[in-house]
């Protein structure tokens, strides 16, 4: 069965900062990986996906991730935090399935980000 | 273009009651999957629709049940609620050739007294 284990349920950084935000993934097969942002009180946003292209995806608002599958990892990275980064990140996995993927998200339980001026 | 809307915002019900969400997918989505997100937790896999039929399930029980409209709109309907029930219920769409690729709605907040 997949799983999403998301390391430090917070992280603390200033601004300016590198932001680094740990998931690491299990999967019987090559998964499809997401990172979401979850502003208070909405939704989940989609910040960027992992679907077997390139290894360093780039995502919106400067965030990109790079999965390494022999750490079986797939760590966000920002290289300037901002204020406005402040947030709940949540990774998820998707089995790819039968036929392509089954679009069954798995999430972590989320990693809160906050912002120091 | 309209995202994902979900109504209403916030609902109050007794436990024992029953629930009806609703949710609008995004234009040109076909499939509608919904989630469950507990306080402080990531958000749990209900079910999804595809074609008016439930395609998924996740580990939750009858008491949770859903429907697809011709129009890809769907309903998500919690019975018997219980106070374990309060939560974020998340909806979320994506066109069939893209499934795992899921944008989200706002939400419904559900608090069961």
């Known amino acids: 069965a997949q799983s999403v284990t998301q390391l430090g349920s917070h992280v603390s950084v200033s601004e300016g900062a590198l932001v680094l935000l740990r998931c690491n993934y299990s999967?019987?097969?090559?998964?499809?990986l997401f990172w979401y942002v979850q502003y208070p009180n909405q939704g989940l946003q989609l910040l960027l996906k992992y679907t077997s292209a390139a290894t360093l995806v780039k995502g919106i608002n400067g965030f990109e991730a790079e999965f390494k599958k022999s750490e079986t990892s797939f760590h966000l990275t920002k290289p300037s935090a901002h204020m406005s980064d402040a947030a709940e990140y949540f990774c998820?996995?998707?089995?790819?399935?039968?036929?392509?993927?089954?679009?069954?998200?798995?999430f972590g339980k989320g990693t809160k980000l906050s912002v120091k001026p | 273009d309209a995202g994902v809307t979900q109504s209403p915002t916030h609902l109050i019900k007794t436990r024992g009651q029953q629930v009806t969400l609703r949710c609008s997918p995004k234009?040109?989505?076909?499939?509608v999957s919904w989630y469950q997100q507990a306080l402080g937790q990531g958000p749990q896999f209900i079910f999804q629709y595809y074609e008016e039929e439930e395609r998924q399930r996740g580990n939750f029980p009858d008491r949770f049940s859903g429907h697809q409209f011709p129009n890809y709109s769907s309903e998500l309907n919690v019975n018997a609620l219980l106070l374990g029930d309060s939560a974020l219920y998340l909806c979320?769409?994506?066109?069939?050739?893209?499934?795992?690729?899921?944008?989200f709605g706002p939400g419904t907040r559900l608090l069961v007294l």
């Open positions: 234009s040109g989505h076909d499939t």
């Open positions: 998820a996995v998707s089995d790819r399935g039968y036929g392509g993927s089954q679009g069954n998200l798995i």
């Open positions: 979320a769409s994506s066109p069939a050739s893209r499934a795992e690729t899921q944008y």
């Open positions: 999967s019987s097969v090559p998964p499809y």
